[in-house]
């Protein structure tokens, strides 16, 4: 008998056939002798409604006040889970992020989770219910509502099963677990059975849109294993979990890529010291995001310096190091919005050389030009033009062989 | 400088145009020096929505999931309502029933409100901030979300203004105040300017749907003082509130009428002590209410015995009657469902004698047979064929001349 916390996004409870679906799928997990902990998200169209409603009145809405619109979506699904639950003869009962104390910091539409109560959920489950929690929500020291920002149900669901030393904390979601790489460009792509915290965190932050990167984090700092499921199709998902011996000794586990960035590149930087802070000083001013920095140190004692941010953000820093130019004494500002990032992941990387060379010359045999790399101890990332995107990944996909296990 | 309590149904918060014009009008009333504590119903359509999803899973839904559900109607229109006030610089703030601890009983889906919380309300209208309230809602000693049934949201303004000693009450709805009767029935019907509590309560219970009934008996009790506004244009409404000397001295406030119920008349009961305790008893068993009672004592040492029942209830309670008839040793049991009951109602009836002659009068006037007549202190009702309301309700307005002030 185990103590399961399972998490349900907004399409998994969709409707009244698929919140009756999740219901008699709760049940028969609850025969096996399991006792479960629900987290759900609101039904998937709610939030947009809401925040339609929210826009027409006032844009940007009173950040407080968006919370407490926001966490009522949750606060439906919740309750109807629980109905079905109820009709089918299984107690069940549903508590908003205010009644279970889900305390947060005071940041609306963006709060972190300092604590839970889990008092309650105790004395529930020692009742023989199924509990189910309102994901995403929760309340500051003052008792107002707070949100944890989109997606942050997983996060919900990962402090839940901490909370409550939970034996495993399961994402249900729309795809039965996390692949080598994306099935639409790569139709042959696999279903990974294992993965660790690390390979996971990159992946989620390279683009794969399976998990939110701050519950894995929370997953990996409390070492809670997480596991990726589809709630339509049954199957085992992809464990995520701390590296251990058991792990699947794979090189590469898989291949993520992004194409929301956008890259600037400043030719004949001065070589002089806090050059770089005062580049990027300005574009963090800006709250603009930096991911990757690359500098080379030229021959003439003058240096090039490049750096990608989000696509949005192109134009505003491009701006403001056009302004910059003179003052820092640049020779030259190039921009490109059309690049794409292709990252390969895997701890295997750790023990394994040659990995980049194998990478470099599959991406050569296509006529693929790379136009920046930067690596860290489990991923090397590739920047290339965004037209060589598909083609690549595809190319990476064959030559490390990733669809045979 | 009053301190109001304002409370808009859902019609009123129906739609964005007409949150924003609620606002508008909040802010007007502020800016003459008022605070102002707002209680806000779902907007029209939400609950019904809600009902119907929740209908869909199980009928009846669990009661404490439906409350939970419900509840979350108020909280989107209180929280628009705020955005709506803070993008027009009206400093605001919304509160669940929770989170001003609205304390209830735990009789979910019909909860009565214990207590409440006014620190959280006094401390910001003391900061300038106009305060939005979740009506029908409250929790209960366990923090479990209750709900006050149908039309609570009226409960929920009367008790915050009475819990912050609010100078008045003004609920305002779709009609503009309350009138002498229906003017759907009555063209020259006249909103009263003033009428007192237990005037409205007798209109209330009587079949006027402007007030909720509990509402009205919990300002009687604490002697706040009730306005009845229309929301949409700008009026002086109808206050109720303590009979008092500056009282309009009519005779007659108003004429209430319902339709809504049936009569059941048992012939020759046997005139012996505990006989109307046994016919009303195997009623009230089946959970059936019963409005009007007469009793006649015949020649014969037998009595005829009639009551009214709500026509939904009407077979039920034929039924159990006929059932009844042999061991009671009645004479006969008879039935009408096609009855409507016209009522009087004025505190001017105390002081004043010939007003049933001439109610009667003018009935017969019109050849409208009396079936049944039933009096108290401020009310006179008579129960008439259905077929003879319009008339009858028309008769009586005339006859008292209740379209002159």
Do not use: W
Not at 155 to 179: F, H, N, P, S
Not at 264 to 270: D, E, Y
Not at 355 to 363: G, P, Q, R, V
């Amino acid at each position: 008998m185990a103590l399961i916390v399972q998490k349900y996004g907004g399409t998994s409870v969709g409707s009244i056939e698929r919140i009756t679906a999740v219901a008699e799928k709760l049940i028969a997990t609850r025969a096996q002798g399991h006792n479960l902990v629900v987290v759900v998200s609101a039904m998937s169209g709610e939030t947009n409604r809401l925040v339609a409603l929210a826009k027409s009145l006032a844009d940007p809405p009173k950040a407080r006040e968006f919370d407490v619109l926001l966490a009522t979506g949750e606060q439906v699904s919740m309750s109807l889970l629980c109905m079905a639950l109820e009709a089918r003869g299984c107690p069940a009962r549903s508590y908003t992020g205010a009644q279970v104390h889900i305390l947060t910091d005071s940041a609306h539409t963006k709060a972190r989770i300092l604590e839970i109560d889990d008092q309650h959920i105790h004395a529930d489950l020692a009742q023989g219910r199924v509990v189910v929690v309102a994901g995403f929500q929760g309340i500051d020291a003052k008792r107002n509502i707070t949100t944890l920002g989109r997606g942050g149900s997983d996060t919900t669901g990962v402090a839940l099963a901490v909370a409550l030393k939970a034996d495993e904390c399961q994402i249900y979601t729309d795809v039965d677990g996390v692949y080598t790489t994306d099935p639409r460009i790569v139709p042959e792509a696999r279903r990974l059975d294992k993965l660790c915290f690390e390979e996971m965190l990159e992946m989620a932050s390279l683009g794969s849109k399976v998990l939110q990167i701050r519950a894995v984090e929370f997953a990996s700092k409390y070492n809670v294993p997480l596991r990726v499921l589809s709630s339509i199709e049954d199957g085992p998902g992809t464990l995520i979990a701390k590296e251990d011996e058991t792990m699947e000794k794979a090189l590469i586990s898989g291949i993520a890529f992004n194409r929301d960035e956008a890259k600037l590149t400043l030719l004949g930087v001065p070589d002089k010291p806090g050059i770089a802070y005062q580049i990027l000083g300005h574009i963090a001013e800006l709250n603009i995001e930096v991911d990757m920095i690359i500098q080379n140190i030229g021959a003439d004692g003058s240096t090039d310096f490049t750096f990608t941010v989000h696509r949005n953000d192109y134009k505003k820093a491009l701006e403001v190091l056009n302004k910059l130019a003179t003052e820092l004494g640049v020779r030259e500002i190039q921009g490109d919005e059309h690049i794409a990032k292709i990252s390969l992941v895997g701890v295997g990387m750790r023990s394994h050389a040659g990995i980049a060379s194998t990478m470099f010359k599959a991406l050569a045999h296509y006529g693929i030009n790379i136009l920046m790399i930067s690596t860290s101890e489990i991923k090397i990332s590739v920047v290339v033009h965004e037209d060589f995107l598909e083609l690549g990944v595809r190319a990476l996909h064959t030559a490390f062989n990733l669809k045979e296990k």
